[in-house]
């Protein structure tokens, strides 16, 4: 069965550095979004892309974050300067292809210090 | 209450019992989804329910939609120690639309 899958698993930064967490949505989906869930709280909403540009995003999502397909296959969300709030497991899903479920994949996990 | 709230937070049953779970949101939605989240992991997709269904089956589990009381169960019947998870339910006005998740409710199935 097809899946979303990221890497890397496990990310370890310092403050103040840029990141690129890498996804691979399912292959004849339309819609990617970015998700991401600090510990212990709810799952929030950053940013959608379809159509290769951004349909929506969340105040999150400020000038530091980034989103880009750079080719077929991968979606990928830059953080240009991290920061200690960014910690956090970020998940990329992928919808459409006549369905409106999404599926996620396996997360991401951001440590900054 | 918050787009998307669960109840109850934390639920602890015996193996062999049904668990319910209930979920309340705000505003109209296209359909809400349901995911289950094993401790520190990934998001695993449930079920799928559309604003004009009522109610839904998939193997254990079943979900029932009230769009006149903005809410949702989640049923899992003859629970296993294998369906300790949280529980979200995720709201969505349309294809392609952002999801907005509830707060969780923390499933313990006890052998």
């Known amino acids: 069965e097809p899946e979303v899958t990221q890497t890397p698993s496990h990310q370890v930064t310092q403050m103040g550095q840029e990141v690129i967490l890498r996804c691979v949505p399912i292959?004849?989906?339309?819609?990617f979004y970015w998700y991401r869930q600090i510990l212990g709280q709810k799952v929030e909403f950053l940013v959608s892309?379809?159509?290769?540009?951004?349909?929506?995003k969340s105040e999150i999502f400020d000038d530091q974050f980034s989103v880009e397909r750079p080719d077929g296959s991968n979606f990928t969300l830059k953080i240009r300067s991290t920061k200690l709030e960014d910690s956090a497991m970020y998940f990329c899903?992928?919808?459409?292809?006549?369905?409106?479920?999404?599926?996620f994949g396996p997360g991401t996990r951001l440590t900054v210090l | 209450s918050q787009q998307g709230e669960e109840d109850p937070q934390a639920l602890s049953i015996q193996e062999g019992e049904n668990a319910t779970m209930n979920c309340s949101y705000k505003?109209?939605?296209?359909?809400l989804q349901w995911y289950r989240q094993n401790s520190g992991r990934g998001l695993v997709h449930l079920i799928l329910?559309?604003?004009?269904?009522r109610e839904k089956h998939s193997g254990r589990l079943r979900v029932t939609l009230d769009t006149s009381k903005k809410s949702s169960s989640l049923l899992i019947t003859a629970s296993r120690a294998a369906d300790t998870a949280s529980y979200f339910c995720?709201?969505?006005?349309?294809?392609?639309?952002?999801?907005?998740f509830g707060t969780g409710t923390q499933l313990k199935v006890e052998l």
């Open positions: 899903a992928s919808g459409g292809g006549g369905t409106d479920t999404q599926y």
């Open positions: 292959s004849n989906h339309l819609y």
């Open positions: 892309f379809y159509n290769n540009e951004i349909s929506e």
């Open positions: 505003t109209s939605i296209n359909n």
């Open positions: 329910i559309r604003s004009n269904e």
């Open positions: 995720a709201t969505a006005l349309g294809g392609g639309n952002k999801l907005t």
